[in-house]
Structures are given as C-alpha cells and as structure tokens.
C-alpha cells in the first residue's frame, strides 16, 4: 500500500509549536528564507486539520499535491520557524482549489493541484517565486534537494522548523521521478506538495517534482516518488489562464 506524506492532527495554528506532518529524514534545518517560495499549507476538512507543503509560482498561484486537497485552505508564506509569528510571514487564504481532474487516489496518478490565492502575496526577500521546467526540459540529476516542515521519522513530531535535505535522482518515468539521498535521507510524512528542487537552465533552481509518496516507513531505503512538473506544464498553464480569466 503507498504510504501517503499526509497526516491529520487535532490542530494546526501559525505560531503553534509542534505542528504536525511530513518531515524530512535524516536532514538539517534550513538557513532561515533561504527556500522564499516554501509554502506551508493549512487544510480543512470537516473537524480535521491537515497541513502539506506547496511552494509559490506565481505571485498568486501555489503549485502542490493533489492529495492535499481539502474543504479549504489557508496558505503560510515567509516563514522559517512555526513556533513564532515572524515579521516576513504571510497568511493569505486560498480563493480556488483546483485538483487535476484525473487524479486518482489510490494509485496517486495525476498527483497535482494549483491553488489560487484570495490576493496576491507581497514578494519580498522572504517570499520569493520559483521557476517550474518547461515540458521535457533537463535538469541536474545529481545535486538536487527536497524540504519541509513534515515528521523526522516514522510516528515522530513535525518539525517547527522549516528542514532540508540532499538527494539523487536514480529513475523517471512519463509522469513521476523517484529520488532518495544517501543511507535514508529523503522526505516523510507531512512534506507532501513540496518541491523537488533541482538545478535548471543555466543552473537556475527548478521545482521539478512535487513530494507524493514514499515507502511503507520513511527510514525505508526506498526512492520518495514525486509528480513530474514538466509532464503536467500544459495543464498547469492551461488552468491559470482559465482561472485568471474566469
């Protein structure tokens, strides 16, 4: 059964310490912004309270996972540490949810989700776009990195702390790449809809996978499985120009 990098927690607040998700195993705490376009995402659904990572596009748009979807959604930019309410944070609540329409989650097939937001975010030094490949555009394999706010090992707490950590591409498929650093550094739960950030054209930092799933256990040595951007930049434009005409 795939492990999903989703937990459900009693609650999830801004300046709340302790948070629950996905974390990055086996990492270290990023410098403070040093990642401007990590978002940190609050999701409802009915009683329960979710949180996922997601990163920003464009001023307006947060690109994730679709199965971070929930009832609604409230986005955190400029954040570092989720234990305070830092100057450079940002809340900004989610105007539309828009999930792949053919997103299966059994299989996670189609694992993507754009999300617009109410307005767009103030870009500072802090809160920052980052580039997404065009279709079948290369990258750097080997010097790549995935972070988030997510559980440190299995059954552990999140991390309050924004982390990081480096990994290698090892095989990619028509819609997935499946990567994992060395030993068991790689993502857990809770990093879900983050980032797989990879050197791109003339080196620029790439979101080039988005965090789906992982093995049974996230000490497993298995590869953490992320949606292909660049399968899916058609549909992404495709949805943005809808939505920003609609």
Known sequence: ???VYWITIAAVCVGLAG????????????????????????IRKGKNISSCGGFLIL????????????KSITVLLGAHDLSKKESSQQVIPVEKIIPHESYNDITLENDIMLLKLQHKANLTNEVKTIS?????EAFNHKKCSVAGWGRTKTNGTGSHVLREVEVNVNFISRSRIFARGNGIKGACNGDSGGPLVCPGFINKPT?????SYGPKTCEDQGSNAYTKVSAYRDWIEKKINASSSA
């Open 207 to 211: 979101a080039v996978g988005i965090v």
């Open 1 to 3: 059964m795939l492990q």
């Open 59 to 70: 001023p307006n748009f947060i690109l994730t996972a679709a199965h971070c979807q929930g």
């Open 132 to 136: 997404i490949p065009k279709r079948n």
């Open 19 to 42: 948070v629950s998700g996905d974390k990055i195993i086996d990492g270290t705490e990023a410098k403070a912004h040093s990642r401007p376009y990590m978002a940190f995402l609050e």
